[in-house]
């Protein structure tokens, strides 16, 4: 994922970010009817021209999706990783593992078509439902 200093017409000159995965691992946990799947990530920050050291955030989603003609997403969970680029350095490597997505066991058949993804999301938590806001009070 490139994150640009203008969100417009970005030129490589532009470039803050450059956010990258380099492996993947997954663990499964089968208690009663639930299936727990542990997640864990490694990946990296790399400064680009435009960059500078700080707090880079590091929108992840998580998502388990039984494929097929009509894919359907079993679980999802979104998260935003805090990495701290410091001085004198131009990349920094991260690591997260998100041990909460469980859903019911699937049958045996069922099961084959279920895919574990791990990607970048840009949109996040904005499309998520808050909590409603209680009604404001007339003034007298």
């Known amino acids: 994922m490139n994150i640009a200093a203008k969100t417009t017409q970005a030129t490589a000159g532009d470039l803050r970010y450059q956010l990258s995965f380099g492996q993947t691992a997954r663990e499964c946990l089968v208690q009663g009817d639930t299936l727990t799947i542990k997640v864990g990530v490694q990946g990296r920050v790399i400064l680009g021209p435009m960059g500078s050291p700080g707090q880079v955030d590091v929108p992840l989603r998580y998502?388990?999706?039984?494929?097929?003609?009509?894919?359907?997403?079993?679980?999802?969970?979104?998260?935003?990783?805090?990495?701290?680029?410091?001085?004198?350095?131009?990349?920094?490597?991260?690591?997260?593992?998100?041990?909460?997505?469980?859903?019911?066991?699937?049958?045996?058949?069922?099961?084959?078509?279920?895919?574990?993804?791990?990607?970048?999301?840009?949109?996040?938590?904005?499309?998520?439902?808050?909590?409603?806001?209680?009604?404001?009070?007339p003034q007298r």
């Open 63 to 137: 998502a388990v999706v039984r494929e097929g003609l009509e894919p359907k997403t079993i679980a999802t969970k979104f998260k935003r990783l805090s990495v701290i680029v410091g001085p004198e350095q131009s990349h920094v490597q991260f690591v997260d593992v998100e041990e909460g997505l469980s859903f019911p066991m699937p049958t045996a058949s069922d099961l084959a078509a279920y895919v574990v993804y791990v990607g970048f999301d840009e949109i996040g938590d904005k499309n998520e439902k808050k909590p409603a806001k209680a009604a404001k009070k």
